[in-house]
Structure formats: C-alpha cells, structure tokens
C-alpha cells in the first residue's frame, strides 16, 4: 500500500512539473516579444533563445531573433535564424523579404533573384514590399543582366 502511494506522488509530482516546464516556455515568447516592443533588445533576445529551447521549433521565435539581429546590423546571425524560420516553414513571407533585402545589402544578386521568385509565390501579408525589393535589386544588379 505504502510503494502504491508513493508511486502516486511521485506521478503526480512529475507531472506537475512538465506541466509548468511546458507553461513557462509559453510565456518566454510573449515576454520577448513584449520586450522587443519596447526595444528591450537584449532581455528579449534571452527569452526568444529560452522559448527556442522549450521549444526548438518556434518559428516566430527564430524570426524576433533575426530582427534583433537586423536592428543591431549582425548579418551573419541574422542569416541564420532566418534561414531556421524558412527550414521551419518554407513559405514564411517576412523571412524570405527580410532574406531577400539582407542578400540585396550584401550585394548578392543571384540568391536576391531566386528568393524574389519564391516571395512572389507565397507572399501573403507582405506582398506589398514586392515593389520595394523589386527596385532595390535592379540597383545593385550589373548592366547586362
């Protein structure tokens, strides 16, 4: 009867604690994404990193991580997250028009193109900026293309 009991707490006790574990990686995007509203930039940095580790497939996170990275003009770790929204979700509108403009800043007309190509088919709440991407290419792109 004693083992019986104890087996019990010791179930519920775990799965209290799961529970919270799963409860608290809810709140890290939303505490980042709150922070990063107010330009808190490296406190929201911590909690989209935490959410990413409760949780290694939270697109949105990866996404605010490559914004942060935007803003403070870290191109390299901003390629990565968004590259890890697009492996994520492949048709991700704000990552592939924030990739598009990173890879047209670095002068990389070939992979501007091809991702230009992709943002006009799955553009859905950022088809808007076509128009912008479109003219920022042409800028940078040789006199013989």
């Known amino acids: 009867m004693k083992k019986k009991y104890f087996v019990q707490i010791i179930i519920t006790i775990g799965l209290l604690t799961v529970t919270s574990a799963f409860g608290a990686s809810n709140n890290f995007f939303a505490k980042g994404k709150n922070l990063f509203d107010k330009n808190e930039l490296e406190k929201s940095k ?15 996170s990866y996404l605010y991580l490559a914004k942060i ?6 191109d390299e ?5 968004l590259n890890n929204v697009l492996l994520l979700n492949p048709k991700n ?3 592939i028009y924030m990739l598009t ?4 800043k670095q002068s990389n007309y070939e992979e501007a193109k091809e991702l230009i190509k992709k943002f006009t088919l ?6 808007s900026k076509q128009k ?5 290419l042409k800028k940078i792109t040789p006199e013989n293309e």
Do not use: G, H, T
């Open 122 to 127: 799955v553009c859905n709440d950022f088809c």
């Open 46 to 60: 911590i909690f989209f990193e935490r959410d990413i580790v409760f949780n290694p497939k939270s697109e949105k």
């Open 101 to 104: 403009i990173l890879k047209i």
């Open 77 to 81: 770790e901003q390629e990565k997250n």
């Open 132 to 136: 912008e991407i479109n003219s920022k």
């Open 69 to 74: 990275f935007n803003k403070k003009e870290e």
């Open 93 to 95: 509108d704000e990552a």
